[in-house]
């Protein structure tokens, strides 16, 4: 089974290129022999290169040419050529990067109408080239910011594109929510507009807030500079940077948060790349976390957080890991699960740890826990055999929460703050197809979304009436 990402805009190619750097760590400490397993082909082709670039594949034996399963794509040069420049330069070639060089200028429109009509066949034309290497693909993954232009209009195209080519295999999607004090000031006109095409082409919706990445980034400097977490962050580290220096982390201030999501995508890719007693498939996580077809966006939660920055600490107990992943600081939006409404959650373990660990810390938690009444067991877990490198056991926690609620409002209330003044809309409707209906049926959407949460909502603690389900012809 292969997942298939795609990287869109600058802020999802930095994240991608950091996945990339930390799987191919990841497999090195594991795959000492340098042989082409399972593991590496859900995520990297084995290419002979003895003949030109297009040469076979090599499914057995020893690895020759690692390329990626992925697609980059920016309207801007910059990060693609970095990574083109940096480590991971034998990683992609031509055949699957797609770039142009004047960028979306903050635009959801040059994105989304402009540059997805001029790259359409282009995009298709790669993505069935690449998908035809996979032999039994699994799911589509797409990594993207919602505040600037390419990430959230080119972004949401390539999503529609993928839904009206390969409709069967599920679309996952890893969205960068900008924060209130973003530098974009029309991020709030993008992120509605591209929040409308996730409500309706996505699957599911990992939303992660800069704001919370930024907390965590800011709390983990702390403990390390307060001695709490040992002084020392560890040479060559995974995390921290590409250098490993606590230097290099200055420098680079979205290299640490980028990481975050990066080993968000590590966590959940795990049982797609290495075996474990109870894999679960991505496609598993839609099925039995989304019982509503637009209530698909799903609240993430990492532990233990010092992985992130990679110091010499001892491992997390068992326990404390898992009631980690049910409090505030360890969420990667601004919110609080426990004091919401769970439709389900997921657990996707790492590490040496037994089925028997994981029931008896469901059932510790769920006294604590508000699920809905229909939904009292729905929980869904996973257990991946392999670690972390350099830990013995993480753990990401997935809930289908109404504490996504609140991201919306504030995201809602930021977009009419213009659109009551009609600010900056004319760099919009100047753009072929851009219509002002764009606006009012995106924002219609948004607020449709918080009023199936508000329901929800309402009936924490009582009977309820369902919001629509999936029809199921018979």
Known sequence: AVSLPFAVGQCGNQVGCRFWDLALREHAAVNKKGIYDEALSSFFRNVDTRSGDNGPDIYKGKICSLKARALLIDMEEGVVNEILQGPLRDVFDSKQLITDVSGSGNNWAVGHKMYGCQYREDIVEKLRKTAEHCDCLQCFFIIHSMGGGTGSGLGTFVLNLLEEEFPEVYRFVTSVYPSGEDDVITSPYNSVLAMKELNEHADCVLPIE???????????????????????????????????????????????????????????????????????????????????????????????????????????????????????????????????????????????????????????????????????????????SVPPVGHSHSLLALANNTCVKPTFIELKDRFMKLYKKKAHLHHYLQIDGMEQSCFSEAISSLSDLIEEYNELDASKGGPRIDPSRLKIAV
Request: contains cysteine; charged residues 20%; aromatic residues 6%.
């Open 210 to 384: 800069n704001e919370s990445l930024f907390e965590i980034v800011n709390k983990i400097h702390q403990m390390i500079n307060s001695g709490k977490l040992g002084s020392t962050v560890k040479q060559n580290s995974l995390v921290t940077s590409s250098a490993g220096s606590a230097k290099t982390l200055q420098e680079k201030p979205f290299d640490a948060m980028n990481n975050i999501v990066a080993n968000l995508l590590l966590n959940l890719t795990s049982s797609a790349r290495f075996e474990g007693s109870l894999n679960m498939d991505l496609n598993e996580i839609s099925m039995n976390l989304v019982p509503f077809p637009r209530l698909h966006y799903l609240v993430s939660s990492l532990t233990p957080l010092y992985t992130l920055a990679d110091v010499n600490v001892p491992s997390r107990r068992l326990d404390q890991m898992f009631s980690d992943a049910f409090s505030r600081d360890h969420q990667l939006i601004q919110a609080d699960p426990k004091h919401s409404l769970y439709l389900a959650c997921a657990l996707l373990v790492r590490g040496n740890v037994q089925v028997s660990d994981l029931r008896r810390n469901i059932e510790r938690l769920k006294p604590s826990l508000h699920f809905v009444s229909w939904n009292q067991e729905g929980w869904k877990t996973g257990l991946c």
